[in-house]
């Protein structure tokens, strides 16, 4: 089977400087759903913007390949990439405000993923709201209308119309309170279940990789130092990986 996503020897740097992405590699296959985690720094978002193909000079790909279901994107055109962001590849922000258009109703920011989508579109808009757990008034609102854990699921239900190959979320819960989080989790399960979309789930947070995750990247400085299921990271032979698991620990006990 071919992979969702490949990524081999990924190099990112600004001219000049040492990379700050260091041949990063990793394969996430169809419906699979991993974890990425990391020290604040590491690289995690540098990589999602280099997976979007939303690197911004200086800031530039200098080596490596990244496929989408095959096919070698990392010199794609802006054009091409646009086509991609969407159905092949989507991805989800720490901060939701910029992703939705600010004067548009939810309604018709979804009827049109609905229609790139060509589902039918009032049902696909009212299932996609019911399954993310939001009220269907949503739907009449406006984004300033809503908090930011409702935008968070608002872009979880885009990704249930659009279906995409590969859903990359970001941090997409850091800064709501844990009931929010949990109806996050559940919302990006639950699209996942759907749509057979692979997973890249960013994250600090372990106990949250665990809920959604099978397997977990870890990183550091700018690479993939473990790739291993969540339990055997305390074992691993990787520092970075004992670090998070030992840190992670300490949090449950102390709850
Ligand atoms: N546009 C840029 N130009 C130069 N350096 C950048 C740029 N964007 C990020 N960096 C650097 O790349 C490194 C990785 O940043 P990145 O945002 O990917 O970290 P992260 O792992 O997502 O951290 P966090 O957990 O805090 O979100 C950092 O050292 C950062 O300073
Ligand atoms: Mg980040």
Same mark, same amino acid.
């Given at each position: 089977?071919?992979?969702?996503?490949?990524?081999?020897?990924?190099?990112?740097?600004?001219?000049?400087?040492?990379?700050?992405?260091?041949?990063?590699?990793?394969?996430?296959?169809?419906?699979?759903?991993?974890?990425?985690?990391?020290?604040?720094?590491?690289?995690?978002?540098?990589?999602?913007?280099?997976?979007?193909?939303?690197?911004?000079?200086?800031?530039?790909?200098?080596?490596?390949?990244?496929?989408?279901?095959?096919?070698?994107?990392?010199?794609?055109?802006?054009?091409?990439?646009?086509?991609?962001?969407?159905?092949?590849?989507?991805?989800?922000?720490?901060?939701?405000?910029?992703?939705?258009?600010?004067?548009?109703?939810?309604?018709?920011?979804? #009827?049109?993923? *609905?229609?790139? =989508?060509? !589902?039918?579109?009032?049902? &696909?808009?009212?299932? +996609?709201?019911? $399954?993310? /757990? @939001?009220?269907?008034?949503?739907?009449?609102?406006?984004?300033?209308?809503?908090?930011?854990?409702?935008?968070?699921?608002?872009?979880?239900?885009?990704?249930?119309?659009?279906?995409?190959?590969?859903?990359?979320?970001?941090?997409?819960?850091?800064?709501?309170?844990?009931?929010?989080?949990?109806?996050?989790?559940?919302?990006?399960?639950?699209?996942?279940?759907?749509?057979?979309?692979?997973?890249?789930?960013?994250?600090?947070?372990?106990?949250?990789?665990?809920?959604?995750?099978?397997?977990?990247?870890?990183?550091?400085?700018?690479?993939?130092?473990?790739? #291993?299921?969540? *339990?055997?990271? =305390?074992? !691993?032979?990787?520092?970075? &990986?004992?670090?998070? +698991?030992?840190? $992670?620990? /300490? @949090?449950?006990?102390?709850?």
């Amino acid at each position: 089977m071919v992979d969702a996503l490949q990524v081999s020897d990924l190099t990112v740097a600004v001219p000049g400087a040492p990379p700050l992405l260091d041949r990063l590699g990793f394969r996430i296959r169809p419906g699979e759903r991993v974890g990425l985690v990391g020290a604040s720094g590491c690289g995690k978002s540098l990589t999602a913007a280099a997976l979007t193909g939303l690197l911004r000079p200086p800031l530039g790909i200098i080596g490596g390949v990244i496929r989408i279901d095959g096919q070698e994107v990392h010199d794609a055109a802006p054009k091409a990439w646009r086509q991609l962001r969407g159905r092949g590849i989507f991805q989800i922000f720490q901060s939701p405000g910029t992703a939705l258009t600010p004067a548009r109703r939810i309604r018709a920011q979804l #009827a049109e993923a *609905a229609g790139i =989508a060509g !589902s039918t579109q009032r049902r &696909a808009v009212a299932h +996609a709201l019911e $399954a993310v /757990a @939001l009220d269907a008034h949503v739907a009449d609102c406006f984004p300033y209308q809503l908090s930011g854990g409702m935008k968070q699921r608002v872009l979880i239900a885009m990704a249930l119309i659009l279906r995409p190959r590969i859903l990359i979320a970001d941090e997409p819960t850091t800064g709501l309170d844990v009931l929010t989080e949990r109806d996050i989790l559940a919302a990006l399960g639950t699209m996942a279940d759907e749509t057979g979309a692979a997973l890249l789930f960013i994250s600090h947070d372990l106990r949250a990789v665990a809920e959604v995750a099978n397997r977990t990247l870890v990183m550091a400085h700018g690479t993939v130092v473990e790739d #291993a299921p969540i *339990a055997d990271l =305390a074992r !691993s032979s990787a520092p970075a &990986a004992r670090q998070l +698991a030992e840190a $992670a620990r /300490a @949090l449950q006990t102390a709850c």
